[in-house]
């Protein structure tokens, strides 16, 4: 290898820096996280609302829409809609959303229609994130199963990219990413659902299709927010989080794997309802 090919010798220094700022982060926000997650109820209701508000905040950043009225516009409902869902007043929760819409568009003096998806987007995840540990048949399993499935996806994702390389999985989007680092989050994933089953949290097959389903789906998620910043010429969403960048950067998949665990437990009649639930195969 000539010198002209060489990579820079600080490159290794600096992902090794990303790395333990990696771990450092996730050794306190996932117990964290895992604690507000177990006792639910108000904690995690405000956890989940700040994040969501957080998000919001980090999209108009991105998008280049980025008001104090137009922040507030989205914040405050989003707020409002945390403390409904709270009561258990989801009726209120989705009145206080659309009101955030009405003032956001009327707000937004640029990309209105990004402002709105933006406020979209955090919605999606606050009613998805209170619905799920809500529910009454098995929230906290639930949550944990799909924190677990995300994070192991991230983490399987991130060390087989590394270390296996190989072609790219959409480098118009995201450069870094490569296929053996989806096969790698993916495997991450049914290892976890395995995990479940075999602790008696449920039967095998649905739980290795139920991981298969959300790691998917969690990796798109980071596709799209990936994409959302290529769009707009944005490398991370801010630098709240030391080694990961934002908060989108941090829950892009878990904003699609936890809403499309909601759809999931809806249809199985639980989340409140009087079905079986996200679990209970």
Same mark, same amino acid.
């Given at each position: ?66 008001? !104090?009225?137009? &922040?507030? *516009? =989205? $914040?405050?409902?989003?707020? %409002?809609?945390?403390? @409904?869902? +709270?009561? /258990? ?85 995201? !450069?870094?990413? &490569?296929? *053996? =680092? $989806?096969?790698?989050?993916? %495997?991450?994933?049914? @290892?976890? +659902?395995? /995990? ?86």
């Amino acid at each position: 290898m000539t010198p002209q090919q060489a990579p820079p010798a600080g490159n290794d220094v600096r992902d090794s820096r990303n790395l333990m700022l990696r771990i450092l982060a996730g050794a306190v926000l996932a117990p964290l996280t895992i604690a507000a997650a177990y006792f639910g109820g108000w904690l995690w209701v405000v956890l989940a609302t700040l994040a969501t508000m957080g998000m919001y905040a980090e999209w108009l950043f991105v998008v280049q829409a980025m008001r !104090p009225r137009l &922040t507030a *516009a =989205g $914040a405050v409902p989003l707020a %409002a809609a945390g403390a @409904a869902l +709270a009561l /258990g007043l989801s009726g209120w929760a989705l009145l206080a959303i659309a009101v955030g819409l009405v003032a956001v568009a009327a707000l937004a003096s640029v990309n209105r229609v990004w402002a709105l998806a933006g406020l979209l987007y955090a919605a999606a995840a606050l009613f998805g994130a209170v619905l799920v540990r809500a529910d009454l048949q098995s929230g906290f399993i639930a949550l944990l199963f799909v924190l677990l499935v995300v994070w192991m996806t991230d983490i399987g994702g991130y060390f087989a990219g590394r270390g296996i390389g190989g072609p790219k999985l959409w480098v118009r989007v995201s !450069p870094k990413k &490569t296929w *053996a =680092g $989806a096969i790698g989050g993916f %495997a991450g994933s049914l @290892a976890v +659902a395995a /995990g479940f089953a075999a602790s008696g949290l449920g039967r095998m097959v649905p739980l290795l299709l139920l991981g298969a389903v959300l790691s998917v789906v969690s990796q798109l998620g980071d596709l799209f927010e990936s994409a959302v910043k290529r769009r707009f010429g944005v490398k991370d969403s801010s630098n709240v989080i030391p080694g990961h960048g934002g908060l989108l950067d941090r829950l892009d998949g878990f904003v699609a794997a936890i809403v499309m665990a909601a759809v999931i437990g809806v249809m199985r009649g639980g989340l409140d309802g009087a079905g079986r639930g996200l679990m209970m195969w």
